[in-house]
Antibody
Framework: QLRLQESGPGLVKPSETLSLTCTVSGGSISRSNYYWGWIRQPPGKGLEWIGT???????YYNPSLKSRVTISVDTSKNQFSLKLSSVTAADTAVYSCVSILESTRIDYWGQGALVTVSS | QSALTQPASVSGSPGQSITISCTGT?????????VSWYQHHPGKAPKLMIY???MRPSGLSNRFSGSKSGNTASLTISGLQAEDEADYYCSSYTSRSTWVFGGGTKLTVL
């Protein structure tokens, strides 16, 4: 059973870059039938897909965030990371890392990390 | 990409059946059989209920079922129980090789 755990600052200043890392345990991040992704949920709002990465490094981003998002993978550490630049208060949300099986469904979620954008 | 369209809320009494719709476009729901549904109790991680439009994860109650017609997918919950009260989100793969969620539906068990 996979376990995913987000880590990173819980407070980011406006215009700066939000950075989060997801550590995967219970299995290799290099398994061929998995993608890895980031999802967020602003307070009181619904889920939003941020982007997805394959262990080879191929990335797929939400078009509405693409200009500000970078997702990367470090197979040696079994981790993948999210960077979101030029953040505003609208980027305040619970950010969750997920595993995507067979590219069709999310089977495991991290516990989620609240990131607040505020000066 | 626009979020998939779901009703904001639905409700039903214990034992009844309800259906939640999820409307997309020919670039997502209509073109791929990769629609999934997630149950989300606040403060907990969402739980996969249906994938590939109609498939249930192993061990999940058969009270939950999925279907699709054209650009609209649906989740049906039969024999409503109090513990079914939660937020439900649909998701679909898209022609841009991305994924998109619905806005979420709050299910209230009366």
């Amino acid at each position: 059973q996979l376990r995913l755990q987000e880590s990173g600052p819980g407070l980011v200043k406006p215009s700066e870059t939000l950075s989060l890392t997801c550590t995967v345990s219970g299995g290799s991040i290099s398994r061929s039938n998995y993608y890895w992704g980031w999802i967020r949920q602003p307070p009181g709002k619904g889920l939003e897909w941020i982007g997805t990465i394959y262990y080879s490094g191929n990335t797929y981003y939400n078009p509405s965030l693409k200009s500000r998002v970078t997702i990367s993978v470090d197979t040696s550490k079994n981790q993948f990371s999210l960077k979101l630049s030029s953040v505003t208060a609208a980027d305040t949300a619970v950010y969750s890392c997920v595993s995507i099986l067979e590219s069709t469904r999310i089977d495991y979620w991290g516990q989620g990390a609240l990131v607040t954008v505020s000066s | 990409q626009s979020a998939l369209t779901q009703p904001a809320s639905v409700s039903g009494s214990p034992g009844q059946s309800i259906t939640i719709s999820c409307t997309g476009t020919s670039s997502d729901v209509g073109d791929y059989n990769y629609v999934s549904w997630y149950q989300h109790h606040p403060g907990k991680a969402p739980k996969l209920m249906i994938y590939d439009v109609t498939m249930r994860p192993s061990g999940l109650s058969n009270r939950f079922s999925g279907s699709k017609s054209g650009n609209t997918a649906s989740l049906t919950i039969s024999g409503l129980q109090a513990e079914d009260e939660a937020d439900y989100y649909c998701s679909s793969y898209t022609s841009r090789s991305t994924w998109v969620f619905g806005g979420g539906t709050k299910l209230t068990v009366l």
